[in-house]
């Protein structure tokens, strides 16, 4: 069975960056991508990011948009997402997840397996 964790979430003033990491562990996964998605207090979720693990196409909703990068070490079965000019707006959990991407241009995304999450706090 697939576990995705993720971690490095924090406290942080608006401006500021921080790391989120992801490790996948278990099961077979080569049929998805890895991304990104979040939940903030009264809204819905929110798909942030998201990585085809076939030749590491790289998707990013607008809002995030030159902000936020994903990546990943292969190797370590390890995701990222480096988040930089936060804003108070990015408050939220945030979640790593196997990811199915369809549509003509990558962005429709629906997230099949995930984690626990982790808490990204930007105070203004």
């Known amino acids: 069975e697939v576990q995705l964790q993720a971690s490095g979430g924090g406290l942080v003033q608006a401006g500021g960056s921080l790391r989120l990491s992801c490790v996948v562990s278990?099961?077979?996964?080569?049929?998805?991508?890895i991304g990104w998605f979040r939940q903030a207090p009264v809204k819905g979720r929110e798909g942030v990011s998201c990585?085809?693990?076939?030749?590491?196409?790289?998707y990013y909703v607008d809002s995030v948009k030159g902000r936020f990068t994903i990546s990943s070490d292969n190797a370590a079965n390890t995701v990222y997402l480096q988040m930089t000019s936060l804003k108070p707006e990015d408050t939220a959990v945030y979640y790593c997840?196997?990811?199915?991407?369809?549509?003509?241009?990558?962005?429709?995304?629906?997230?099949?397996?995930w984690g626990q999450g982790t808490l990204v706090t930007v105070s203004s």
């Open positions: 997840a196997l990811v199915r991407v369809y549509g003509p241009d990558g962005y429709e995304w629906e997230f099949d397996y």
């Open positions: 278990g099961g077979t996964f080569d049929d998805y991508a």
């Open positions: 990585m085809t693990r076939r030749n590491g196409q790289t």
